[in-house]
């Protein structure tokens, strides 16, 4: 990290290294700050790093997001700090002083090996994470653990000369002392997440005293490879493999229990699937899987064709009910849940090998004295208390929030908070980009030229991830037989430092110069093992990767010998191709930092003001002639504010800003360029004119559609409305709704269907805000809410609370049988049946409110995904690049997404994304030079017959035939793509990374024809 001590204005504070926290520090690492990164935890990576995989379960697992959560320690802008809280701070936004105290770790990291002597020999002088894993110390609980170096617990160890002695590097350090030391930093992003709730304080479940009833958490680690069954899925009672395999929802959640909140922890329903979908993966009809839920809550993007697939694909049971409690079967080791449901008349009991507690989360227990240290408030719930129109800021201007410490999420809306909270404090430290000359982490590039391949191969086990679908050592075993190959060994997690570490060490001591890594997907992982050949001395493209996992173990996970053969074969190609490779130079350009902001709602608005207010240059295009968007027309949020008024100062605020040029009635016609050097044409005005604009990047904030589907008599009787028609109408009217007496809404008209599978996310909560306001103005209003499911998550679940308390009647529907609606002069008629009085019901209504949600505006995507070459969903709406690691990014580089334009979500949750986009923005404009990288086409002067095929077969026109006679390509303007190479007649092109050579390499390999 560059030193900058005591310069307040270069550094920011990050407390907290879970995923909010590494993202954060990583984003404005990115962009050049400098980052303090402390964490009360011996090692970073917080709660996320405990979990197995994520879902979905086919593209998210741990070897994915832990190296890029432990590349946050690689950056040189970040210091990390563990086992270290915050203990006093003074000052103001952008000159803060923080007084920071490190405990002991007793562990040197200079020369801890992680080899775990000093567990193995001393495990109860290790501190230990507490829960199922009772194996893992807190600082070692992952593979990829940062720092990866254990940490003593040294008033637990009797004869601690003995055990000084047993650690071989000598990196126990007896005499540490606890360390104070105060810095002063601009600005503070508070990301210290939350705590699982402990289902042992419900004495009805049996948590803790029946050991066959576990926790979500503690069923992730006994199927995970690295936990303490080593991946195999066994009653902790008897160690048999179970038969049926019971969840419970809500475990200590939407309560009205002494232990009980009543909040909706928002993530539960989705790991619970994730979880019965694994095992069912793994185990199919060996294991019956059922889920006890009150209400499924799969409201996030695509979340919702998951559930479906749950049930359909993978024949998940699904039971709605709340069982009240749990007890041991009499004669075995069974646990036997009793329930009711509204099907079956009277008590139902199973039995169950094993039940799991989908429990939620609670703040954490340092939060509230954190909280008065930093002197920021909380709410009723004890989470940090923020803003709606400003979802990342606290009470304490320059301290800003992100992840579970603001409130329940899941991953990605933590990730989008977290880059939102980067963005933010980055305006508290020097608007001026470093100036300072970057230091070269990486020693120079060994010359290879004229070298006889010298190939290592190291093929990862991953646990069970890899090693549970073939044999890896047989991999290892016959890759050292191949030609050119002079070392080969199993790397384990070789995303893991200790793997890097010896990698490296390998390459120098064998002198390689090419490196095949048997592992995950290049995707992810690639980049990650060519810095670490740049590290060892060599050109990073004298890499390649063999796809074991996602083209092997994923595919093939019940054919080990077939899997193996398959392993070998890929590896062989990988060999042979890597010895035809060859170092290549990188490209660059000069940056251009302006950005081209698409959509003029809150999302784009609020995307320009924060960009323009760093002092970039922004052109925010509205395709029609004003802005706003739809949340111009919707006149309250849930929590009651006034979105006109926000709407209207939002748009003052865009109009008046310097840096920020605004095109109204503006229609993308081209595009054309790279990250960084972008043209973008647009026809412009009733005269469509037309105009070019330069940019480095382009965020997307295009906005949806409010639906308006062709049911229930919408748009032919005057009584049926949308819900944002009766928002509209409660503020304009509220004398006429007074005189109302029944109001009836329906929830998911046209969402959830056959037509637009997916769940719109908002409908619940508007529907719920307008009830209450219904009842403000009349509170003997019988108002009835149809529902399917409530999917009130978060804080939101209150507002229900409060709703059903006012006496709103919530009556659940099955998609199966819809309700009926018809007309009856000025008012109209709903028939529906009550699962609870298990008969008919008939309401005569003064007015009926449907949950319409939003679809996307599937023409404008369609035309600019189209133009900009972007995926989309199938429902329409822009494809980010990962659901997981990169919400925000989308698939080209350069591009990014926001808003409602990303997926249904409230207001709150677009601003959210709106700052996020801007904070990774920040990240891609830092550089003042654009690496092009090396896959560039190259032509052979001597074998061009200047026929012009490339020139008539490149689709971005950048071949040409120069004064010599021969074709030119610019690698300035060249995207890679090889057309031109697969198009030439005469060979004469080869694409850097794809050559032919390389290329019939592999074949060889495939075919097994290589010596």
Not at 381 to 387: A, G, I
Not at 433 to 455: K, S, T, W
Not at 474 to 499: D, R
Request: charged share 25%.
């Amino acid at each position: 990290m560059t030193d900058h001590t005591n310069d307040a204005q270069s550094t920011v504070l990050v407390i907290g290294g879970g995923v909010g926290g590494i993202k954060a520090a990583m984003d404005l690492s990115e962009a050049r700050k400098d980052v303090l990164l402390v964490d009360k935890a011996a090692a970073i990576g917080g709660l996320m790093t405990q979990l197995d995989r994520t879902f979905p379960t086919n593209n998210c697992d741990l070897c994915t997001i832990s190296p890029h959560l432990s590349a946050g320690a690689r950056e040189q802008h970040i210091e990390l700090m563990p086992l270290t809280e915050v203990t006093a701070l003074a000052g103001d936004a952008g000159d803060f002083t923080v007084t920071l105290t490190s405990a002991p770790r007793y562990i040197d990291l200079d020369k801890c090996t992680a080899c775990g002597e000093c567990h193995k020999q001393y495990p109860e002088c290790v501190r230990f994470y507490p829960g199922l894993d009772h194996r893992a110390p807190t600082c070692m609980r992952y593979p990829q653990a940062t720092p990866q170096a254990f940490s003593i617990d040294m008033a637990a160890c009797k004869d601690v000369d003995a055990l000084v002695k047993v650690c071989p590097a000598g990196a126990i350090v007896v005499d540490d002392q606890e360390k104070e030391v105060t810095r002063r930093v601009s600005s503070i992003i508070l990301a210290v997440g939350a705590e699982l709730f402990d289902p042992g304080k419900l004495d009805h479940f049996g948590h803790g005293r029946y050991p066959n009833v576990v926790t979500g958490l503690e069923y992730e680690r006994i199927m995970s490879a690295s936990g303490p069954t080593l991946g195999n899925l066994v009653r902790p009672s008897d160690g048999q493999a179970p038969k049926r395999v019971a969840w419970i929802q809500c475990a200590g959640s939407r309560g009205i229990n002494r232990e009980d909140v009543s909040y909706c922890s928002s993530v539960c329903c989705m790991y619970a699937l994730k979880e019965a979908i694994v095992t069912k993966e793994r185990f199919q009809d060996d294991i019956e899987t059922t889920i006890f839920f009150m209400d499924m809550r799969t409201f996030g993007k695509d979340y919702e064709a998951y559930y479906q697939r749950a049930k359909e694909q993978y024949n998940i049971r699904m039971v709605r009910c709340r069982p009240h409690s749990i007890v041991p079967d009499p004669g075995g080791q069974e646990m036997r849940i009793s329930y009711a449901t509204d099907e079956v008349s009277g008590m139902t009991t199973e039995n169950f090998d094993m039940v799991v507690l989908s429990t939620g989360f609670r703040p954490a227990a340092h939060t509230v004295q954190l909280a008065e240290t930093l002197g920021i408030a909380l709410n009723t719930h004890q989470f940090v208390q923020s803003n709606h129109f400003e979802p990342v800021v606290t009470s304490r201007p320059g301290i800003y929030v992100c992840g579970v410490s603001e409130g329940p999420k899941d991953i990605p809306e933590t990730m989008v908070q977290a880059s939102a909270a980067a963005c933010m404090a980055a305006r508290h430290t020097d608007k001026a980009l470093h100036d300072v000359e970057e230091n070269d982490e990486y020693p120079p590039e060994r010359d290879v030229f004229g070298e006889a391949p010298r190939i290592g191969v190291f093929v990862c086990d991953c646990g069970q991830n890899i090693g549970g679908a073939m044999d890896v050592e047989a991999l290892v075993q016959e890759s050292a037989k191949y030609p050119h190959v002079v070392h080969a060994e199993m790397a384990g997690h070789g995303c893991g430092q200790e793997a890097l570490a010896r990698m490296r060490r390998m390459i120098e001591e064998k002198k390689l110069n090419r490196v095949v890594v048997g592992a995950c997907s290049p995707r992810t992982h690639e980049g990650l093992f060519q810095e670490n050949l740049r590290k060892a001395g060599l050109n990073k493209y004298l890499l390649e990767i063999a796809n074991i996992r996602d083209q092997n173990a994923w595919v093939h996970g019940g054919a080990r010998e077939l899997a193996t053969a398959k392993g070998k074969k890929l590896i062989r190609m990988a060999v042979g191709a890597v010895a035809q490779a060859g170092p290549l130079r990188e490209h660059t350009l000069p940056m251009n930092k302006d950005v081209l902001v698409l959509g003029g709602g809150v999302a784009g608005m609020n995307s320009a003001l924060s960009l323009g207010d760093q002092g970039y240059k922004v052109f925010l295009a509205e395709r029609t002639g004003r802005l706003g968007g739809l949340a111009a027309v919707i006149r309250r949020n849930l929590e009651g504010d006034d979105v006109r008024v926000y709407v209207a100062q939002l748009v003052e605020r865009v109009q008046a800003h310097d840096n920020i040029e605004v095109i109204t009635n503006a229609i993308v016609v081209d595009h054309s360029g790279m990250p960084g050097k972008f043209q973008t044409g647009f026809q412009i005005g009733p005269r469509m004119y037309y105009r070019q604009i330069e940019h480095g990047a382009t965020v997307l904030a295009t906005g949806a559609l409010a639906h308006r589907p062709n049911q229930y008599l919408l748009g032919r009787h005057k009584a049926v409305m949308t819900q944002l028609d009766l928002d509209d109408l409660i503020e304009a009217q509220p004398d006429r709704i007074k005189d109302w007496e029944c109001m009836v809404m329906i929830q998911c008209v046209g969402s959830r269907t056959a037509e637009n599978p997916n769940c719109s996310r908002i409908c619940c909560q508007t529907a719920i805000k307008n009830a209450l306001r219904l009842t403000d103005l009349n509170p003997e209003m019988r108002v009835f809410v149809l529902y399917r499911d409530m999917r009130t998550y978060g804080f939101s679940e209150d507002a229900y609370i409060e709703a059903r308390r006012r006496g709103v009647i919530f009556v659940r529907y099955e998609a199966e049988k819809t309700p009926q609606v018809t007309a009856d002069g000025d008012r109209v008629t709903v028939q529906f049946d009550d699962p609870i009085l298990g008969r008919p019901m008939e309401v005569s209504a003064d007015c009926l409110g449907l949950s319409t949600g939003l679809i996307a505006d599937d023409e404008t995507t369609e035309d600019l995904a189209a133009i900009f070459h972007l995926n989309r969903t199938e429902d329409g709406h822009f494809l980010e690049d990962h659901v997981k690691l990169k919400p925000l990014d989308m698939s080209v580089p350069g591009f990014f997404v926001a808003g409602t334009a990303h997926s249904p979500r409230s207001i709150a949750e677009s601003i959210a994304q709106a700052q996020g986009v801007a904070g990774r923005i920040q990240g891609l404009l830092s550089q003042d030079v654009i690496n092009l990288g090396a896959v560039v086409a190259r032509v052979d002067r001597d074998k061009c017959a200047t026929c012009l095929v490339c020139v008539r077969a490149c689709p971005y026109n950048v071949p040409f035939i120069n004064e010599d006679r021969y074709s030119e390509i610019d690698p300035a303007k060249c995207h890679g793509c090889g057309t031109c190479a697969a198009e030439c007649p005469a060979k004469a092109i080869q694409l850097s990374c794809f050559e032919d050579a390389p290329i019939m390499a592999k074949l060889e390999g495939l075919l097994e024809r290589i010596a």
